[in-house]
């Protein structure tokens, strides 16, 4: 099936970066721009204690397969350890961590 006639059948959303690629398996993946997120992490050291913070460059942005969107985060130089959520579920993530964090007193 060409490529044309696969964008035909799923159009970009609105969020697309007009860079689609087709899988092996011949399906149409829509991709965000990621948006960066300077972050600090805990680093565990070398016995597995958590000894150390660090700076890491965290990226999130938006995947759609087939019909299903896709919410990834993760560190932009290992994607490996990347989270990779449903949507709804980043959603969910999303208001328990905001929940979480105002229960917090403020500096």
Do not use: Y
């Not at 035909?8 to 149409?28: I, K």
């Amino acid at each position: 099936m060409p490529f044309g006639f696969l964008r035909l059948m799923s159009a970009c959303p609105p969020w697309c970066n007009g860079r689609d690629e087709v899988t092996e398996r011949m399906q149409l993946v829509h991709r965000s721009d990621p948006i960066p997120v300077p972050a600090v992490e805990r680093v565990a050291d070398d016995d597995g204690g958590f000894g150390s913070a660090a700076t890491v460059d965290l990226i999130v942005g938006l995947e759609r397969v087939d019909s299903e969107t896709w919410v990834w985060i993760g560190p932009e130089e290992d994607v490996r350890r990347s989270l990779v959520l449903t949507e709804e579920s980043a959603r969910r993530l999303c208001h328990a961590l905001i929940a979480l964090l105002d229960r917090e007193p403020r500096p």
